[in-house]
């Protein structure tokens, strides 16, 4: 019979939920701390946000050329794959498939949403620039103010 708390949740399924929680809590940590430095490094060389094929290759490369960029991707994707082994944990039983194909499936569906998402906002762009819509990815910077007299 298995114990039951309070609330009516059993044991098993409460800790497995701690697991995928906290499994999901790395995840994004993992995502946004990568994300959060391409915001920045983008913003900082005065590209303004504006989605490009020329700024997506320029911050491929800037990100990859430095240490500091290698070092935000390298432990993004660290944080991100074990986040996954923290949500895999309470339903997967063999080590192997817990530390080998569970880090690697993450990785790879990781970077097939980075690459979804980018083709998305490509086709967002030129859809813009050919049906005059008002979408704009540059409107993201900041307002300047006038300067004081």
């Known amino acids: 019979m298995p114990a039951t708390s309070s609330a009516g949740v059993s044991g098993p399924r409460h800790a497995a939920e701690s697991w995928v929680i906290a499994g ?16 920045i490094s983008l913003r900082h060389q005065g590209i303004g946000g504006h989605i490009t094929a020329a700024t997506i290759r320029l911050a491929w490369h800037s990100d990859i050329h430095t240490r500091a960029g290698l070092a935000v991707l390298g432990v993004g994707a660290v944080v991100y794959a074990v986040g996954s082994i923290l949500m895999a944990r309470p339903y997967v039983s063999r080590p192997a498939t817990l530390f080998i194909a569970v880090p690697a499936a993450a990785a790879v569906g990781m970077l097939v949403l980075g690459g979804l998402a980018l083709i998305v906002a490509l086709v967002l762009r030129a859809m813009a620039d050919n049906a005059d819509l008002p979408l704009d990815f540059g409107s993201f910077t900041r307002a300047k103010r006038p300067p004081r007299q």
């Open 24 to 39: 999901l809590t790395l995840q994004t940590l993992g995502v946004a701390g990568v994300a959060a430095y391409a915001w």
